[in-house]
């Protein structure tokens, strides 16, 4: 569990004294939800969720006045074992003295619970494969993993999906109905269980991951906490023998690669770097070599999944030089476009075709894909023809600029468009 | 969208025999053809590769006949299923084919579906 703990530490940088509200709540919200879901039985999802707000809205008040205390989360954890208790006290006056029917099981009588590093850790596991439960449809299950798993509101969830807010909340209803509904122990994981559900389990996180390392947003801070909820998710099935498989070894390679460049990627303006442009010293190299770390653990046994190719591509672009480097990240774009489409993969494999090619080869290969909503793809269009026609890169970066919400990308690919004219005066 | 067969064909030649760097040129180009179809979200199935070695053909009478092919050195060996939106298209995707550049042909052959009455 300290090593858990340890290296998620090394995923936050951020110190936590200077860490805004939210961040704790979040970090906070899903352990503290899992340990009294756990503790109440998942049909009562709601009376652990109002616990967890409420201790939040008191922390909101009491910190406001007399500032943070020495160990925010201990508090945190302390006035939610209390308002629980007080919860079951009035439960219990309302059984005896009101209610004279009494339904002995519909919620757990009171027992003695802690948030000890090891109740929070397997109420978490447990409730990763609640969340993502077959009876509702994926999209569903990955909207209810942001929301119980990562503690994000409803709007945050509406972005990472392109979707109106409303949309998220009636799908989260609904998501919310089946999982009441269901009969799933929280406390007992079966291996078939896990083994049926740990696709959807890995996907979910999978998209997490993706939500803030290409994020619309420019804070720095969201973008790794996102990153990080991810990969400590993941890490969480590391540390369980049954859920400990070559996949998800995979996966956490590929998710400690690429938050490896996280520092890199952004300036201090907030500002996109570009890759071949980065400072290759801000690299995170002990997240480089748990990478490789897990990469290697991924290795065990004959499969080849999505994760497996995605996090070699990842581990290419972590090595600065080597002469067919590009071949390599093209091969394994070629093996991932055959696994699954998705107009990302495709435009990426484009990019290591030009790398390997040259760009006058790959313009038509680009132009063959067809992705005309996609700023990505203009702007991949516009990087090809800045070598061969630059009024054409232009207007295609102009394109990109009309097509994109993100800020950051605006700011770039503006400045990109400022470099060619210059160039071109010249 | 229609979905077309691209049947592969070659011919034998026992004077050509590639090096192996020319065959993993055509590897290569094989795998960023196949890719490329994909990258357009137009591979229905990658479909499979048909042994030569291990091939009979079965006739009446139970006369069997080691190989698949009769009096031409010709073959089949493979098939990939594709999706576009005309036969013109597919035959665009096959002309970038890498078994073209060896000396073999693609057929264009479209699937027919059940609900077809053309």
């Known amino acids: 569990m300290l090593k858990l703990e340890k290296w998620w530490h090394l995923m936050t940088t951020a110190n936590s004294n200077s860490e805004l509200l939210p961040h704790i709540f979040r970090k906070e919200y899903a352990k503290m939800t899992a340990v009294l879901c756990r503790h109440f039985g998942l049909q009562h999802i709601e009376i652990a969720e109002d616990i967890v707000s409420d201790t939040f809205l008191k922390a909101t ?12 989360v201990a508090w945190l954890h302390t ?47 447990a409730m990763i494969f609640v969340v993502c439960n077959s009876t509702n449809p994926t999209e569903a299950q990955i909207c209810l993993a942001l929301q119980i798993l990562c503690g994000f509101s409803v709007e945050e969830i509406a972005n990472a999906f392109l979707a109106k807010p409303e949309t998220i909340k009636k799908r989260l ?30 996907k979910t996180l999978y998209l997490l991951f993706n939500e803030g390392y290409f994020s619309k947003t420019n804070n720095q801070l969201i973008r790794q906490e996102l990153c990080s909820e991810a990969a400590r998710l993941t890490l969480i099935l590391t540390e369980n023998t049954l859920t400990n498989t070559p996949q998800v070894n995979a996966l956490l390679a590929l998710m400690c ?52 190719l995605e996090a070699s591509i990842a581990y290419w672009h972590t090595t600065p030089t080597d002469q067919n480097k590009w071949q390599h990240i093209l091969q394994l ?9 998705s107009p990302i993969i495709a435009m990426n494999r484009t990019f290591a075709y030009a790398k390997v090619y040259g760009h006058n080869k790959a313009i038509p290969e680009a132009e063959k894909l067809n992705l005309a909503d996609h700023s990505y793809y203009y702007g991949l269009l516009g990087y090809l023809y800045a070598d061969v026609n630059i009024d054409t890169a232009i207007s295609h970066y102009e394109q990109a600029i009309k097509l994109t919400k993100s800020k950051t990308e605006k700011q770039t690919l503006a400045k990109e468009i400022a470099r060619l004219i210059e160039q071109n005066c010249r | 969208m229609k ?49 030569m070695s291990e091939s009979k053909t079965v006739k009446p009478g139970n006369v069997v006949t080691d190989g698949p092919y009769t009096e031409i050195k010709e073959y089949i060996n493979g098939y990939t299923l594709i999706r576009t939106e005309s036969i013109d298209e597919a035959v665009a995707i096959a002309g970038q084919c890498p078994i073209l550049t060896i000396g073999g042909s693609v057929e264009v052959r479209k699937v027919v579906a059940s609900d077809d009455n053309s």
């Open chain 1, 333 to 341: 774009y070629n093996q991932l476009i055959l696994t699954e489409y």
């Open chain 1, 79 to 125: 006035v939610a074992k209390n308002k629980a208790k007080d919860y079951f006290k009035r439960i219990a006056v309302f059984e005896t003295q009101v209610k004279k029917n009494i339904k002995p099981d519909e919620i757990a009588n009171e027992q003695v619970f802690e948030f000890s590093d090891q109740n929070i850790f397997d109420s978490q596991l």
């Open chain 1, 257 to 308: 690669f690429q938050s490896s460049r996280l520092e890199a990627r952004t300036n201090d303006n907030g500002e996109a770097v570009l890759f071949d442009e980065q400072d290759r010293n801000l690299w995170n190299k002990t997240l480089i070599e748990k990478g490789n770390y897990y990469l290697i653990n991924a290795c065990k046994g004959n499969e080849v999944s999505k994760y497996h």
């Open chain 1, 173 to 202: 209803q609904r998501a919310r109905n089946h999982l009441r509904n269901d009969n799933f122990q929280i406390k007992s994981l079966s291996k078939t269980e896990i083994e049926f559900r740990l696709d959807t389990v890995l």
């Open chain 1, 61 to 72: 008040e009491v910190w406001a006045i007399h500032g943070l205390p020495e160990n925010p």
């Open chain 2, 3 to 51: 979905e077309f067969a691209l049947v592969f064909r070659n011919s034998e030649n026992q004077d050509v025999k590639p090096s192996p760097e020319q065959m993993q040129e055509v590897l290569t180009n094989w795998m960023n053809w196949m890719a490329g179809i994909a990258a357009q979200n137009k591979l229905v199935d990658r479909g499979n590769r048909l042994s």
